[in-house]
């Protein structure tokens, strides 16, 4: 039986949601983020030896495996992110030491960037296990490591970023070209006051449609490649020099190039790259609206961002989009989008929580009306941003190291 106080460490590691600059990480374009209140747990205890016993609250079956040696081919198994977190972390490290552990994730819901939470949670906790000290930019960076190359998803740094480096109430602007960041707090260095009710500006709606799917087996790869061929036409029509494909990003060409030879592009490709070049003025505005307190703007291009989601860059079911449509409109909405890549379940809101059950019962009742299949895992929950991943001081039993058994 799981109890808390059996375990020496607690690592609580957010969950993110992007309110602007969607799939542009991975062109080296500009993001932002807030980590959420809602996230993932991990509980663990340093081992003397070199075993990692891992369970989850949420998963069936237990994970064990040897933290001093490579990792094995993937298991397809919720076991895979921490073999993940091991291999990025090998590259750089000793490691002698295992840990044993309970995970938890705290929403049932994808989109959220639970592979992210989970694999950050990892990396600290085996840093811990063995003595290392990682730089909050250093974590994003092993995490990130670990899921490309071990999981497989050609992601950016968005999701590692928003986990490791957010601030609670602020909004976390990466450029992932210079992997320079700012966490900026509303209305910029003066706080504007909060509301006479004393709640905040704002509150997040996550809506979820209740489809799950792993961004692995999505188009999200393809996208990354669309992208990329679209900077590689761009070059060819130049007749300037190419760089290999895995180090050829839109960021590298300048928007005037774009405009000369969209025309001569497949179209597809030309939609990816206008989705790029409009998503990087928009993140730009909307940092600038965010420093000098303008939500309704933050809003509207956070709604401009999805709208550019779905008709450029071609992602969301149908499912999302009717979520979107559904909120887009209503008082007391800013804005909003699908959450992350848009492949998976959910769909985000800043909401004025003076308007918090009228928005939730009309999008629960627009939705329902055209999907009604999803009324038992259709639900909406209200998050807040939050801290980026630390560890939570409520478990000092005793200091931590247990006795392997003979
Ligand atoms: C996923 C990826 C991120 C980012 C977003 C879309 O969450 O993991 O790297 O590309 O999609 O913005």
Redesign the pocket.
Known sequence: MFKMKDYAYHIFSPYRV?PLG?????QHGLVTGFAINKGVDLWFNIREDSIVKLSSRTFEGDVEFDINRPSQVKEKHWGDYARGAKYALRKRFELTHGIEGVIQGSLPVGGL?SS?AVLIAYVMAFAKANGIKLQPFEIVQIASEAEREYIG?N??L??QACIALSKKDQLLFLDCDTNEYRVIPFGGQNHLPLRETGEGLFEIAIFFSGLTRS?VNSD?NLRVYECKTAAWNMLAYLDAPLKPFDKTFLRDIPKETFEKTRDMMPARFARRAEHYYSEYRRVRQGVTAWETGNLPLFGKLSFDSCESSMNNYECGSPELIAIYKAMRGLEGVYGGRFS??GFKGAVIALVDPRYKESVEKAVTERYLAEFPEYETTFKTFWVKPDDGARFINDLKIYSGRIQCKP
Do not use: K, Q
Request: charged fraction near 10%; proline fraction near 0%; include cysteine.
């Open positions: 992007c969607a799939h542009v990480d991975h960037s992210a998803l992601n950016g968005l999701d961004l999200y992350g890549a």
